[in-house]
């Protein structure tokens, strides 16, 4: 009787010690340039980790550290275009810019100028690159969501995006 008990217990605990092994560590490392209105180019370091640090793990976003008990779903990156039709992200610069460029865990990420600039329709212009794909802005107020797995960036989507169907690569 006595053995079935402490059999039951030592098979609870590695139940127990097994569902709490789950989380696993990664590291989607990026690095780019940003590119100002006067041409002038700016190294761009942003990336994202979910690494152990004692008990807890740590997720990060750039120079952001968030101690947390398990993996954020997702992490979203707001995009500000003013009517100069310049680019403002928070985690990237100070102020507005021209363009990106982001080499991040695999994935490649760009807002490019793609036309002549005009002053109604200011985020006309601009051009969203993920990976292969490319994608028109439809608002000024776009956001670039970026889904995780157990072993980093699993996808890339957007909101106010629209496929860009004149461009096959």
């Given at each position: 009787m006595m053995r079935k008990l402490l059999m039951s217990c030592v098979m609870l605990f590695g139940v127990i010690a097994s569902q709490s092994v789950s989380a696993q560590e990664?590291?989607?490392?990026?690095?780019?340039?940003?590119?100002?209105?006067?041409?002038?180019?700016?190294?761009?370091s942003f990336g994202f980790a979910y690494q152990k640090n004692f008990d807890s793990f740590i997720f990060s976003a750039g120079e952001a550290?968030?101690?947390?008990?398990?993996?954020p779903p997702n992490y979203i990156l707001n995009v500000i275009i003013n009517k100069e039709g310049l680019i403002y992200i928070a985690e990237f610069a100070d102020g507005f810019?021209?363009?990106?460029?982001?080499?991040?865990?695999?994935?490649?990420?760009?807002?490019?100028?793609r036309k002549a600039f005009d002053e109604d329709e200011p985020y006309k212009?601009?051009?969203?690159?993920?990976?292969?794909?490319?994608?028109?802005?439809?608002?000024t107020h776009p956001s670039l969501k970026f889904?995780?797995?157990?072993?980093?960036?699993?996808?890339?989507?957007?909101?106010?995006?629209?496929?860009?169907?004149?461009?096959?690569?």
């Open positions: 990664w590291d989607a490392p990026g690095s780019g340039k940003v590119i100002y209105p006067s041409g002038r180019a700016e190294d761009l550290n968030l101690r947390t008990e398990e993996m810019f021209e363009s990106f460029e982001l080499n991040l865990g695999g994935h490649y990420l760009a807002i490019k100028p212009h601009l051009v969203v690159h993920v990976d292969d794909m490319s994608y028109l802005i439809d608002t889904v995780f797995s157990d072993d980093g960036i699993k996808d890339i989507d957007g909101v106010g995006l629209i496929r860009d169907l004149s461009s096959r690569r």
